[in-house]
């Protein structure tokens, strides 16, 4: 998996090199800005549950409560969450298309719902994400 920086998309490969997946997405913000690593699938999870963390938004007062977001195709991290190696760091779905092409997630990588189930569906733990620049200057 490769996941574009400066260039909000999302490319899966298989074994030969072949492009076998590609999506629009939405990065990390310069207050949240996404890994710019290489790290690895840790876990999927289908209708997650979100656990609102206000220590982990910039833009978010820490003293404001914990709380535990229903499943579901509205919930902040849509319909699967894919847990990455660093710690806090997904690949996941969103309950708002609109959003994706832009720099405004808070570190992870966000697909419409459709993709992040598409992407789910194709991947396992172990498999490997690289976040780079890949959109070149003209």
């Known amino acids: 998996m490769v996941v574009s920086i400066r260039g909000n998309t999302f490319n899966a490969f298989d074994a030969s090199g072949n492009l076998v997946f590609h999506a629009p997405t939405t990065l990390g913000s ?6 710019n690593e290489t790290v690895t699938v ?3 999870t289908h209708d997650p549950w979100f656990h609102y963390q206000p220590t982990l938004f910039a833009e978010v007062p820490d003293d404001e409560p914990e709380a535990n977001l229903h499943p579901g195709p ?12 660093k710690p806090h760091f997904g690949i996941h779905g969103t309950s708002d298309p609109d959003s994706i092409g832009y720099a405004s997630s808070h570190g992870c990588v ?3 719902n ?3 189930a598409e992407f789910a569906r194709r991947i396992k733990p172990g498999v490997v994400v690289e976040f780079m620049d890949t959109r070149r200057d003209a």
Do not use: E, M, Q
């Open 74 to 85: 509205n919930s902040p991290v849509g319909v699967v969450w894919t847990a990455l190696s």
């Open 30 to 35: 310069k207050y949240d800005p996404s890994p």
């Open 42 to 44: 840790k876990s999927i």
């Open 110 to 112: 966000r697909l419409t």
């Open 114 to 116: 459709w993709d992040a």
